[in-house]
């Protein structure tokens, strides 16, 4: 392993020297990169961090020479391997270092794979090209990788296709792809964020055997500051298409230098943060100087027996038996508390979200303000649709890109026949001054504002209706760290001042400890542990509670667990 | 205004414009401005041969097989090409438009029995639907573009669906069901808008198709019925004397390249401008 100090005594694998690129726009050029220069020693991991729009991955496609010809370029600066500088290579040489000397994972191992091409041909293709020789000795290295990448039985592996793998399993075989080669250089490009956070967890303890195995360096390519401190040995921090600062992991964590880097660590929430207390921090003054006391009783959402089955169908041949994607779920919700509903991937979690807003079909007892849904009509519903709204997870996606954010804000109110034209503007005005924009940014298209300002345009169009209870889908999951935290804020803040109730669903176990009152541990459509926040997160009953909490990274490299305990 | 602007700051826009313009003035006032009458046969419009005369001072187009002057006949077949380009397409885009879309929102067993009768249609040769309908109306334009129309909504109707599933999946839509909205809302002011791009390339671009399909209908006589002039029948009258005199299929070809060319241009930056997305960033 290489030292922790940060200075390189052999020479750099691989280093980038001022490099600087443009992007091609309609009106001019546009700098996505400035003068970035860092080095890269053999056997170590460089982790680049940053934000969305930084240029991490900019700078990972000048490496690999895959910018998009047509709006990206390579203005200055250069990239040398060894002693050789790729900026100057022609395609055809650039193609015999790709996959030879650098190697590159993505973040989606399911879209990187080829669906239609068995695993094993997959695996030979970039073997047979850069090492010739015949199909058996690619065979056997192909075996080879797959057993150093730890999938059980091989040799069946190599004549399945992606989709019957798992994501855990597809990411091994990327890996094993990548470095079926031996390559130089190894181009992790978040590989693991669209994973679950148990198989996050098996997924950098295999990298990180594997760079002790293969000796191969690692330029890692991450958002989540807690992946950086399990993983790095160095780490460059990238804002705005500049590196920001460059050092130790340790350095960088317990003694940045520049105020991005601590802010940017400060606003990475932190499993355990909330030990010892019982709810949420409180935002507000008022809530700071007298908290809320329990006051309602009556439950704004109660849930019992709840069962969603998706694929169920009568057809002419009998009915086809769906599958149970939520099998009898109930909690209950009051005014101004939040249930925090965690769960990996296939949990159910979104689902029991959607059935409790009436949006698919379901079974069992579900009640907005003592009001059973079951079986309203779309009229009859609407009186109780005010009541509760959603907040999805992609925000862009939630608002019609065709409609200004104006309208999207007031449309709630016209559906309802809330107020008159003026009424409504005034009420947008309000709401777009309450979630921390200004008023004249209404007659503005959602295109126009950045993830978390249309986060907010959506909790203002969420508001619109004053209701009592709000389904939070993965709210903050595509949002970066520092905006994220901020949007948290604001809705702990609204909490507080509306007395809303919170049905917060994600997969982060941090966000989660920071928001609820109370959790719900799901997984396999079921509720495997539900409690308070505090005796879930400090006293898990369940295992499969204290794995998923265990699996979560820790922004802390002097607390590295993942690759040591697994 | 804003429109106006961004539309004359592309040179190919303004161009299909002023050529869409031109043609629809050249059809309004062809009585006007067109040299002789459209069914004249003239005396000195062919050769001692009997052969028709080429592009000259007199007739500047040239003249067809049976002695008439061809830009008189072009300036009173874009009357009928035009109104069966537009109001026909118009037409098969708007059955299009609604079938497709109803049947993508709907979906369950009413859409799917909505698309598999466009699958039927589909599936029936256009030709011989396009015959039979015209043989059991007796042909006029409007029923010849009513005709063309039945015909041609079918692809459009499929690609809308495709597109209409796809939208009704997005978070947005869910989100307007989860405010309360209702079907007609989320149709009207939240897919529909989504469609347009979709359904201004299909009304550009079927013109083109349209006008060809009508020429075919006219020369298996089923369509508009000579000696009224349309561009398809100019040249399907007179495309085996293609080698002989060229100008007869050349100068109606162009003009139908010309006018589908132009809508396209005109739809292509309509699409653009309409399209808030396409719009900067804050």
Not at chain 2, 4 to 14: D, I
Request: aromatic letters at 6%.
């Amino acid at each position: 392993m290489t030292d922790m100090s940060g200075d390189i005594r052999t020479a750099p694998v691989l280093s980038v020297d001022g490099l600087t690129v443009d992007a091609l726009t309609d009106r001019g050029a546009k700098r996505v990169l400035d003068a970035v220069s860092f080095c890269l020693a053999a056997g170590e991991t460089l982790c680049l961090a940053g934000e969305s729009g930084s240029g991490k991955s900019v700078t990972s496609l000048s490496v690999m020479r895959l910018l998009p010809r047509a709006s990206l370029r390579i203005v200055s600066g250069s990239i040398k391997l060894g002693d050789r500088d790729l900026t100057g290579l022609g395609e055809r040489a650039m193609r015999e270092v790709r996959g030879r000397d650098v190697a590159m994972i993505f973040q989606e191992p399911m879209t990187s794979l080829n669906p239609v091409m068995t695993i094993g041909k997959q695996l030979l293709e970039p073997i047979l090209i850069h090492q010739g020789g015949n199909e058996a000795s690619a065979r056997a290295q192909a075996l080879r990788m797959l057993d150093a990448v730890q999938i059980t039985e091989p040799a069946r592996r190599l004549r399945q296709y992606p989709h019957e793998l798992s994501g855990g399993m597809r990411q091994r075989v990327m890996i094993a792809m990548a470095l079926s080669c031996r390559p130089k250089v190894l181009i992790a490009d978040e590989p693991t964020t669209a994973l679950d956070v148990t198989v996050q967890a098996q997924i950098l303890k295999l990298m990180r055997e594997l760079k002790g195995e293969f000796g191969t360096s690692t330029i890692l390519i991450t958002h989540d500051m807690g992946v950086v401190a399990e993983m790095a040995d160095r780490v460059a921090v990238m804002k705005d298409g500049r590196l920001v600062e460059i050092g130790s992991a340790v350095d960088i964590f317990e003694r940045p230098t520049e105020t991005y880097t601590r802010e940017l660590i400060a606003a990475v929430p932190r499993i355990g943060a909330r030990t010892g207390t019982d709810g949420p921090p409180a935002v507000t003054a008022e809530a700071k100087a007298a908290p809320l006391a329990e006051k309602s009783l009556e439950p704004v959402l109660a849930v019992q027996n709840l069962k969603v089955t998706y694929g169920a169908r009568a057809s002419l041949f009998g009915r086809k038996a769906g599958q149970l994607a939520v099998d009898g779920v109930s909690f209950e919700l009051r005014a101004g508390r939040t249930l925090g509903l965690v769960g990996e991937s296939g949990s159910g979690k979104s689902t029991t979200g959607k059935a409790v807003l009436g949006l698919i079909p379901y079974e069992g007892y579900v009640a907005i303000d003592g009001e059973e849904l079951m079986d309203l009509s779309v009229r009859a519903m609407r009186p109780v649709r005010r009541l509760a709204q959603m907040i999805f997870q992609d925000p862009y996606a939630s608002l019609d890109s065709r409609m200004t954010i104006g309208a999207a804000i007031a449309e709630p109110m016209l559906i309802h026949g809330i107020g008159d034209r003026t009424d409504r503007a005034d009420r947008v005005a309000e709401l777009l001054r309450r979630v921390g924009l200004t008023p004249d940014v209404a007659s503005r298209y959602p295109h126009e504002f950045s993830g978390g300002q249309r986060q907010r345009i959506c909790i203002a169009r969420a508001l619109s209706l004053k209701p009592k209870l709000i389904v939070a889908d993965e709210s903050v999951a595509a949002l970066d760290v520092s905006v994220r935290a901020k949007v948290l804020d604001l809705m702990l803040e609204l909490q507080e001042t509306e007395g809303l109730a919170y049905l917060f669903i994600s997969h982060d176990m941090a966000v989660i400890e920071r928001m609820s009152h109370d959790v719900a541990v799901m997984n396999g459509g079921r509720i495997v542990e539900y409690g308070s926040r505090r005796a879930v997160f400090e006293n898990p009953e369940e295992d499969y509670t204290r794995r998923l909490i265990a699996a979560v990274p820790i922004p802390d490299p002097s607390q590295r667990h993942l690759a040591m305990t697994g | 205004m804003r429109i106006a602007r961004e539309f004359l700051r592309r040179p190919t826009a303004v161009f299909g414009l002023i050529v869409v313009l031109l043609v629809v003035i050249g059809a309004l006032a062809a009585p006007l401005i067109a040299p002789y009458a459209p069914d004249e046969q003239l005396f000195d419009g062919l050769t001692l041969e009997g052969a028709p005369i080429g592009p000259d001072a007199a007739f500047l187009l040239g003249t067809d097989t049976l002695g008439r002057d061809l830009l008189t006949r072009l300036l009173f077949g874009a009357r009928t090409s035009l109104i069966i380009g537009v109001v026909a397409n118009g037409t098969a885009v708007a059955i299009g438009l609604g079938v497709g879309m109803l049947a993508g929102y709907l979906r369950g067993p009413a859409g799917n029995a909505l698309m598999r009768f466009t699958d039927l249609m589909m599936a029936f040769p256009a030709l011989l639907l396009a015959i039979v309908l015209a043989a059991l109306f007796h042909p006029s334009l409007w029923i010849v573009a009513m005709v063309i129309a039945m015909v041609n909504w079918v692809q459009v109707a499929r690609i809308v669906y495709t597109e209409t599933r796809g939208l009704v999946e997005r978070d947005f839509i869910l989100a307007e069901r989860s405010l309360g909205a209702g079907h007609g809302r989320i149709v009207f002011r939240h897919v529909l808008p989504h469609l347009m791009p979709t359904a201004i390339v299909w009304g550009t671009l079927g013109i083109a198709t349209t006008v060809l399909l009508e020429a075919t209908l006219s020369f298996l006589g089923v369509g508009v019925q000579p000696p009224e002039p349309s561009w398809g029948n100019i040249i399907f009258e007179s495309q085996s004397f293609f080698t002989s005199a060229p100008w007869l299929v050349i100068f109606p070809g162009i003009a139908i390249l010309l006018t589908a060319l132009s809508f396209n241009l005109v739809g292509d930056a309509l699409r653009d401008i309409l399209d808030p997305t396409q719009r900067g960033r804050m």
